[in-house]
């Protein structure tokens, strides 16, 4: 990038920013217009038949629920790991950019590896309480 301009510079990123938005805007708009040719009205009903906690019991729920929250966690971590190492990629040889990834990075691992104990826990947990209670579930 040493041969372009100094106001070209800006409107690489410009347009690097416009096309990562544009891009997320996508994967999120995609999926929502897909489901939307068989929805259904939005009830509390609905929403209860679709995560399967209508037929569950309590714990079984929270599982569920837990599981979901983890999960979403989980993806959160990752994206912001592939999002440090974008700007390790457009730092150009700036410290201050690399500096800046190397933490975005080493902040999403330590999140990632909370997240994956806080799932080790949830399991020792639910199998635990399912031993205790002569009960079987999968967590």
Same mark, same amino acid.
Request: proline share 1%; net charge positive; no cysteine.
């Given at each position: 990038?040493?041969?372009?301009?100094?106001?070209?510079?800006?409107?690489?990123?410009k347009f690097a920013k416009l096309a990562m938005i544009a891009g997320a805007v996508m994967a999120v708009a995609t999926p929502v217009a897909v489901m939307a040719q068989d929805a259904t009205p939005?009830?509390?009903?609905?929403?209860?038949?679709?995560?399967?906690?209508?037929?569950?019991?309590? $714990?079984?729920?929270?599982?569920?629920?837990?599981? #979901?929250?983890?999960? +979403? &966690?989980?993806?959160?971590? *990752? @994206?912001? =790991?592939?999002?440090?190492?974008?700007?390790?990629?457009?730092?150009?040889?700036?410290?201050?950019?690399?500096?800046?990834?190397? $933490?975005?990075?080493?902040?999403?691992?330590?999140? #990632?590896?909370?997240? +994956? &104990?806080?799932?080790?826990? *949830? @399991?020792? =947990?639910?199998?635990?309480?399912?031993?205790?209670?002569?009960?079987?579930?999968?967590?």
């Amino acid at each position: 990038m040493e041969h372009l301009k100094g106001g070209d510079k800006t409107h690489m990123k410009k347009f690097a920013k416009l096309a990562m938005i544009a891009g997320a805007v996508m994967a999120v708009a995609t999926p929502v217009a897909v489901m939307a040719q068989d929805a259904t009205p939005f009830s509390i009903e609905s929403l209860q038949t679709k995560t399967g906690l209508k037929d569950t019991d309590l $714990k079984k729920a929270v599982l569920n629920t837990l599981n #979901l929250v983890l999960g +979403l &966690l989980t993806l959160v971590a *990752v @994206i912001m =790991v592939i999002f440090g190492g974008f700007i390790w990629l457009t730092a150009a040889g700036n410290e201050e950019k690399v500096e800046r990834a190397k $933490k975005v990075i080493s902040a999403a691992v330590i999140g #990632l590896i909370i997240v +994956l &104990l806080s799932w080790a826990v *949830v @399991i020792f =947990v639910a199998r635990t309480t399912s031993n205790v209670t002569n009960t079987s579930t999968e967590a």
